[in-house]
């Protein structure tokens, strides 16, 4: 081989080098933002995330911090994502106040912003993809109310009192308990920050607390973990219910520990937020809120090919 034909191979891998690294560096980048990673549901919204980006051809990162309570490293996070230019984000917020100034920077610099599984204190957000909480937490409350006779003692056990899904499912539920079963009363709502164990030590005081207590809801899958692993410790029969799936609540909803609970649909919250994302880029006009839709699953339906699509391990 001549030393030309050497020098025109070369520059032909450099040309096709360049041309792939060009087309890499056009490539739009979508940096979403998490409460969370903890958690297999935070596992399966990444899921769906990922896929959209392969579907639409976009570059998606998913982050969030070690546990739902890390609001000040989650504020960290979204700061670095935005310092690095992207065209839109995704947020779902651990505190709906509290992110409102960096998204005010995202939006002086021109940087689309789509929430999902949570709402923020702002109308910034083109759109909100998510589950209807209250919808589902009253859903949850009607079972509850059903599997205890329409009377008695009730307890919740909540993931949050800073971000939009921990007040809507504990606002849902109650005010569907209110309104509609008198013969029930909540006597207990407390706060174990999705931290399964510390939502252990939370069920085991609200239970020596309340002898006569018939049933805990718990919001989240951490929640509803340390609701299950609290019952079992003091060795109480009562009615569990929960939110979110995983591995140790289907488990216990195969054991009879766990009446049942609520599903959402976390691969499409994650995909529907790129969707959303890629299509707000594109100019298209989003609605305020995409409805990722939910569902009751216990033992009778939790095999059904229709549930078992939208829980996770």
């Known amino acids: 081989m001549s030393g030309k034909q050497l020098w025109r191979i070369t520059l032909g891998i450099g040309i096709a080098l360049g041309a792939s690294m060009a087309a890499s560096a056009q490539q739009v980048y979508i940096p979403l933002v998490s409460k969370g990673f903890q958690h ?7 899921a769906g995330a990922e896929q959209a980006g392969k579907d639409f051809d976009v570059k998606v990162t998913f982050e969030g911090p070690e546990t739902e309570a890390m609001i000040d490293k989650q504020i960290d996070m979204l700061a670095a994502v935005l310092a690095k230019n992207p065209k839109a984000i995704g947020l779902a917020a ?20 789509v929430a999902f599984d949570a709402s923020v204190d702002s109308d910034i957000p083109v759109t909100t993809a998510s589950t209807d909480n209250r919808a589902a937490a009253a859903l949850a409350a ?34 569907r308990i209110k309104t509609s079963y008198p013969g029930i009363k909540i006597v207990s709502i407390q706060y174990g920050g999705g931290d399964h164990l510390k939502s252990t030590e939370i ?20 929640s509803a973990v340390g ?7 003091m060795k109480r029969k009562l009615v569990v219910i929960g939110y979110d799936a995983g591995k140790q609540q289907k488990d216990a909803i195969r054991g009879g520990l766990m009446a049942g609970a609520i599903t959402q649909n976390p691969v499409g919250i994650g995909y529907k937020t790129v969707e959303a994302a890629v299509k707000a880029l594109n100019g298209e006009k989003l609605p305020k809120v995409i409805d990722t839709g939910f ?7 939790i095999d059904d090919p229709k549930i078992a699509a939208v829980l996770y391990d």
Do not use: C
Request: proline content about 2%; glycine content about 8%.
């Open 295 to 301: 569902y009751w699953y216990d033992k009778s339906n």
């Open 40 to 46: 297999q549901f935070w596992q399966s919204v990444k």
């Open 203 to 222: 069920t085991k005081s609200i239970l020596q607390a309340n002898p006569n207590l018939k049933g805990i809801f718990g919001t989240n899958e951490g």
């Open 142 to 175: 009607d079972k509850m109310a059903e599997l205890i006779g329409k009377s008695g003692e009730i307890a919740l056990v909540v993931h949050d009192q800073t971000n939009s899904t921990g007040i809507d499912r504990r606002d849902g539920f109650v005010e």
């Open 227 to 233: 609701v299950i692993n609290g019952v079992k410790e």
């Open 94 to 113: 651990l505190d709906k106040k509290a992110v409102v100034p960096l998204l005010k920077k995202a939006q002086a610099a021109k940087v689309l912003v």
